[in-house]
C-alpha cells in the first residue's frame, strides 16, 4: 500500500496491524476529504496556467469547502 495512502486511512480512523491497516473503523467520508484535500494542495502547488481552474473544479465536483 502507498505509504501516504495508509496515512490518510490512519487519520481517518483505520487501524494498523504491522505493516497493514484494518479499514474496518474507518470514516470513509473523512478518508475521500483527506484525499481530495492532497489533490487540492498538489494543483496548488504547481505554477502553471491553469492550477486555479484545477483547484475549483476539484472543489465543485466534490462539493468541498477548503
Known amino acids: 500500500m502507498n505509504q501516504r495512502i495508509k496515512v490518510l486511512a490512519i487519520q481517518a480512523g483505520a487501524g494498523e496491524w504491522g505493516d497493514s ?5 474507518m470514516n470513509i467520508e473523512k478518508f475521500a476529504e483527506l484525499i481530495i484535500g492532497e489533490c487540492i494542495r498538489l494543483c496548488d502547488q504547481v505554477d502553471v496556467v491553469g492550477a486555479d481552474e ?4 476539484i ?3 466534490f462539493e468541498v469547502e477548503e
Open 59 to 61: 472543489k465543485e465536483h
Open 21 to 25: 491497516v484494518i479499514p474496518a473503523m
Open 54 to 57: 484545477c483547484i475549483d473544479n
